[in-house]
T-cell receptor, first 113, second 106 residues
Framework: NAGVTQTPKFQVLKTGQSMTLQCAQDMNHNSMYWYRQDPGMGLRLIYY???????DKGEVPNGYNVSRLNKREFSLRLESAAPSQTSVYFC????????????FGPGTRLTVL | KNEVEQSPQNLTAQEGEFITINCSYSVGISALHWLQQHPGGGIVSLFMLSSGKKKHGRLIATINIQEKHSSLHITASHPRDSAVYIC????????FGTGTSLTVIP
């Protein structure tokens, strides 16, 4: 089992460019999450998907969109990147929403110039 | 105001010491999570608890629902315990603390 995988590991964008962060899990989990982590701010929830076919906004959704492509995959899209979106992005999954152990991906370090 | 507060923010200990990290929360929760993040970034879930106490090896997590407080204890600390420890409370979403950075010196 690979657990939770994320691609890419590193990315540098220019302001205004778009990109999609990919996440996949092979644990048959129902719920998936996207977080960003900034120094001094801790982890903040961007979007989550309680189950296949559903997505909901978290604490900081502005500037992002998500797609739950199937049970395994949950992608995060930046349509027009801004320097404020420079961060480390983590994907996670769990069997049940919020009340189960979460398994995290290795993270994507994104820099927007 | 942060819904989850951790203390201390930074902690340095000698190898072998008993370590306590505290977490207080202000929201109603269904579970309390402790996470570990090593330098290099990977995040691992250590415990999820909704009452009482859990133990895994040298790690012990406790929660007091009435006082809205949880503690993570590390017995006989070791340099490999050096990491950031993050508390997260879950109700209708996740509320994360900003983490406690632990350094254990040999």
């Amino acid at each position: 089992n690979a657990g939770v995988t994320q691609t890419p590991k590193f990315q540098v964008l220019k302001t205004g460019q778009s990109m999609t962060l990919q996440c996949a899990q092979d644990m048959n989990h129902n719920s998936m999450y996207w977080y960003r982590q900034d120094p001094g701010m801790g982890l903040r929830l961007i979007y989550y998907s309680a189950s296949e076919g559903t997505t909901d906004k978290g604490e900081v959704p502005n500037g992002y969109n998500v797609s739950r492509l199937n049970k395994r995959e949950f992608s995060l899209r930046l349509e027009s990147a801004a320097p404020s979106q420079t961060s480390v992005y983590f994907c996670a999954s769990s069997f049940r929403q919020f009340t189960d152990t979460q398994y995290f991906g290795p993270g994507t370090r994104l820099t927007v110039l | 105001k942060n819904e989850v507060e951790q203390s201390p923010q930074n902690l340095t200990a000698q190898e072998g010491e008993f370590i306590t990290i505290n977490c207080s929360y202000s929201v109603g929760i269904s579970a309390l999570h402790w996470l570990q993040q090593h330098p290099g970034g990977g995040i691992v879930s250590l415990f999820m608890l909704s009452s009482g106490k859990k133990k895994h090896g040298r790690l012990i997590a406790t929660i007091n629902i009435q006082e809205k407080h949880s503690s993570l204890h590390i017995t006989a600390s070791h340099p490999r315990d050096s990491a950031v420890y993050i508390c997260a409370a879950t109700g209708n979403q996740f509320y994360f603390g900003t983490g406690t950075s632990l350094t254990v010196i040999p």
